[in-house]
């Protein structure tokens, strides 16, 4: 199966920073990334979708500002958590598909990144 | 909102037993995958089953799906302790991938 790589797998930072997440296709093109967060023990929520070239496409209640989603090729994807709070702590997860997005395709998901902020 | 719902939430049954897992929706989808997620991990992919499918095999997994009452279905037979994990159905629209609350699965050895 296609391969879908997060970085970092975990991260700790000060409150009030910034924190910058990776997610990489390595061995396909992905137009479409979806971005997701994971509390313990709960499901995973959709917090946007990443379009190369263009703006990312926010769920209602995610706040544009605050999660900062660029997609600026087909291979890469990044999520910055902007003045990172305590309630930022979570588990996040990217996923992408093939290009050109075929119906009824798996998605592939990268291996998570653990923020905490303190 | 999800898109799915499953049940039950929480199974723990013997090695070698069957598990069946849940999922039911609310809105029309074009198709329904599960994934299995072990602790602090990434999703894998498991099994995609098209609207148009009722029943579909994989080893040793078995997933239905009635779209007149918006539900499917995720069968693991003969589990080994191997298959303690959470489970996901991902209900798929014309873009987006959205997830039920998952069933955790525990297999006793």
């Keep these: ?118 | 909102s999800q898109q799915g719902e499953e049940d039950p939430q929480a199974l723990s049954i013997q090695e070698g037993e069957n598990a069946t897992m849940n999922c039911s929706y609310k809105t029309s989808i074009n198709n329904l995958q599960w994934y299995r997620q072990n602790s602090g991990r990434g999703l894998v992919h498991l099994i995609l089953i098209r609207s148009n499918e009722r029943e579909k095999h994989s080893g040793r997994l078995r997933v239905t799906l009635d779209t007149s009452k918006k539900s499917s279905s995720l069968l693991i037979t003969a589990s080994r302790a191997a298959d303690t994990a959470s489970y996901f159905c991902g209900c798929q629209g014309a873009q987006k991938l959205v997830f039920g609350q998952g069933t955790r699965l525990t297999i006793n050895p």
């Design chain 1, 1 to 118: 199966g296609a391969v879908v790589s997060q970085h970092p797998s975990w991260v700790i930072c000060k409150s009030g920073t910034s924190v910058k997440i990776e997610c990489r296709s390595l061995d396909f093109q992905a137009t479409t990334m979806f971005w997701y967060r994971q509390f313990p023990k709960q499901s995973l929520m959709l917090m946007a979708t990443s379009n190369e070239g263009s703006k990312a496409t926010y769920e209602q209640g995610v706040e544009k500002d605050k999660f900062l989603i660029n997609h600026a090729s087909l291979t890469l994807s990044t999520l910055t958590v902007t003045s990172a709070h305590p309630e930022d702590s979570s588990f996040y997860i990217c996923s992408a598909t093939r290009t050109p997005k075929v119906m009824n395709t798996e998605a592939f998901f990268g291996q998570g990144t653990r923020l905490t902020v303190v």
